[in-house]
């Protein structure tokens, strides 16, 4: 008896525990049954049931001699080079903004920000497991989204809220510093929020128990505020202080962890001295604690402190931190990182030969993380 021959769901189980990669580029092409059961829901609650779940991480950015493109790592830390999406709406000749991307459910939204001037800003979704592009709903918003926090809330049923901008043309009063847009994926439709009490320009931002922190305030000499906005009553709070000001020029990376916020960087510890670190705020305690030091602060906290240099970009994906920055500074070269739920260790992702060179992650400005 033929595989093809058993029941549905005997196929799907068997399928399930396929690396995506195979089922991608062999198993999809062997028949149509199983070309449809491989983009299939049937298949994604499968291989969750199953543990087979893996990571598909975007490098959201396009320059002028690497299209944007995604690559696989999984849970296990295999890989393999996803397809080119060839349908794609971008191209090294059309830009998308380099920052604007978000993880949509099992999707990748990135908005086509570089018109400043048109009235509305398109918004493009890529599904990893299909290869493909689908145009959504656009965005009517003056000065398009350059320079605004862009966060999606897994918690208010995948929402996108697009907060601020950084237009050099707008002042302090101006249209876009407190606007706050809301895309809902049921609808497929935009609507503007009330605006944020505050005019600052937030760098980065991340979901912790279903609320979204803003951290690192490019506008505000006080670097050490965050806010919070609560999607379920859609409404703005003052943040925990961050315990320290991060050291100037360095990156921030922001992540949560058992419920908790994470935030990694370069720290003032006082008299003239710095360290990196991860430092961790508990919103059911309202206190900070160090999850893992460098330098002088080496060897303290539960988790070991990651191997790279500067950290540049992190994403996560049920649980799983993925970071990537320097490895080397002389040579500079890059690698990519990821910390499993309950590990203490971080895990080197080993990337193909040339994927580096031949793909968009060096010049990527933010990386986005979903499940295929």
């Known amino acids: 008896m033929s595989i093809s021959a058993l029941p549905d769901d005997a196929q799907l189980a068997i399928l399930a525990r396929v690396p995506y990669a195979d089922l991608r580029s062999g198993v999809a092409a062997t028949c149509r049954t199983w070309s449809q059961f491989v983009t299939s829901n049937s298949l994604r609650a499968t291989r969750d049931a199953a543990g087979w779940l893996e990571s598909a991480v975007f490098a959201a950015r396009v320059c002028p001699r690497v299209p944007t493109h995604t690559f696989v790592l999984t849970a296990s830390g295999a890989h393999r080079t996803a397809q080119r999406p060839q349908t794609a709406p971008i191209g090294p000749e059309n830009p998308f903004d380099t920052g604007a991307a978000v993880a949509l459910r099992h999707e990748v939204v990135i908005f086509d920000a570089h018109e400043r001037d048109a009235p509305t800003v398109r918004v493009f979704a890529l599904d990893p ?101 609560d999607p379920a009553t859609q409404t703005w709070a003052p943040g925990p202080q961050l315990p320290f000001d991060k050291t100037q020029h360095c990156e921030m990376v922001a992540f949560e962890r058992q419920g908790r916020l994470c935030v990694l960087s370069s720290w003032e510890l006082g008299g003239g001295s710095s360290a990196k670190a991860i430092l961790a705020y508990d919103p059911a305690t309202d206190d900070w604690s160090l999850l893992c030091g460098g330098g002088c602060l080496s060897g303290r906290g539960p988790i070991s402190f990651p191997t790279l240099g500067p950290f540049e970009r992190s994403t996560q994906v049920d649980g799983t931190i993925y970071v990537w920055g320097a490895a080397t500074v002389n040579p500079l070269t890059y690698a990519v990182i990821m910390l499993r739920p309950g590990s203490t260790s971080w895990i080197t992702v080993p990337l193909p030969a040339g994927l580096l060179e031949e793909s968009n992650l060096p010049w990527a400005t933010k990386i986005v993380g979903v499940r295929v």
């Open 129 to 229: 497991r299909k290869n493909s592009w689908r145009e959504l709903a656009p965005l009517s918003r003056p000065d398009s989204v350059n320079g605004a926090t862009i966060v999606a809330s897994g918690f208010a049923g995948g929402r996108i809220f697009v907060v601020g901008t950084s237009s050099i043309e707008d002042v302090p009063t101006g249209a876009n510093f407190r606007r706050v847009d809301m895309y809902d994926p049921t609808r497929d439709e935009w609507s503007q929020l009330a605006d944020m009490p505050t005019n600052e320009l937030w760098h980065q931002s991340v979901e912790v128990a279903g609320k979204l922190y803003f951290l690192c305030p490019m506008r505000s000499a006080d670097t050490k505020s965050t806010m919070i906005f």
